[in-house]
């Protein structure tokens, strides 16, 4: 079994979450709800440690970070002999490519240019829901199509 460490980083995140939950929106008992959960889902990545896609394999930008769903948020992670370290623990919402790549990650060759550009081809790449030359739109379409005929 691998074993699961947290980068100083993760940890503040970690203390953010539960920070935010309990203290912002004034609910304790969220908060402690949400990190257990957390934590809960990243001991997972002790027995599987490839759980979580690639970054690379999902937008072709050249890493060793992976990343594994934790609830609402997302766990950067990368994989180093029997250790799993989590980099960041950070909310499915925000920019995660740019915390933790910068700029560069938009800059890359063949990147998308934009975070919505990048999260629709990781969509896309990692559920297999769309082949790649559609459009949303087009999509969209096709399914509402099939859904009323």
Request: some cysteine.
């Amino acid at each position: 079994m691998n074993k699961v460490l947290l980068s100083p980083e993760a940890a503040r995140d970690l203390a953010e979450i539960k920070q935010y939950i309990s203290k912002d929106l004034k609910n304790s008992g969220a908060a402690k709800k949400a990190v257990q959960t957390i934590t809960k889902e990243l001991r997972t990545l002790a027995r599987f440690p490839e759980a979580g896609p690639s970054v690379e394999a999902l937008t072709g930008y050249p890493t060793n970070i992976r990343l594994f769903a934790c609830g609402k948020r997302i766990a950067l992670y990368k994989i180093e002999n029997t250790t799993v370290q989590i980099a960041r623990i950070i909310d499915s919402r925000q920019d995660y490519f740019r915390i933790l790549f910068g700029d560069d990650f938009w800059e890359h060759e063949g990147q998308p240019e934009s975070e919505t550009e990048a999260r629709v081809q990781m969509a896309k790449s990692l559920f297999g829901l769309i082949p790649s030359d559609t459009t949303i739109d087009e999509a969209r379409d096709e399914r509402f199509k099939n859904i009323t005929d």
